[in-house]
């Protein structure tokens, strides 16, 4: 599975943004698919994920309320709607998919995950 993110750019705080990921390769339906996002000097951090069905998410605290994650597996792209955004939202944000057995549990480690994407800048101004 090849994974391209996309839709990072510099916002003011309040604002929104939406990021996409879009899958090429295998099934993409088959993957439970996250987000993930490292500022600089700091690790990796779990955002939001979502089960291969899309029954079933997760969000980190921080972004609860204000981020959507959803998927449209016929176009084989997974989104993160991005709202309110704050100056500690800026980092790199990362799409990944995971092929383990995530019919009803949602994976928030990246070591589970099996492919990323290349990361998309968020930075956003006070």
């Known amino acids: 599975v090849q994974l391209q993110a996309s839709g990072g750019g510099l916002v003011q705080a309040g604002g929104s943004l939406k990021l996409s990921c879009a899958a090429s390769g295998r099934t993409f339906s088959g993957y439970a698919m996250g987000w993930f996002r490292q500022a600089p000097g700091k690790e990796r951090e779990f955002v939001a994920a979502l089960t291969w069905s899309a029954g079933t998410t997760s969000y980190t605290n921080s972004v609860k309320g204000r981020f959507t994650i959803y998927r449209d597996n016929a176009k084989n792209t997974v989104y993160l709607q991005m709202n309110s955004l704050k100056p500690e939202d800026t980092a790199a944000y990362y799409c990944?998919?995971?092929?383990?057995?995530?019919?009803?549990?949602?994976?928030?480690?990246?070591?589970?995950?099996?492919?990323w994407g290349q990361g998309t800048q968020v930075t956003v101004s006070s």
């Open positions: 990944a998919a995971a092929s383990g057995n995530y019919a009803s549990t949602v994976p928030v480690t990246p070591v589970v995950y099996d492919y």
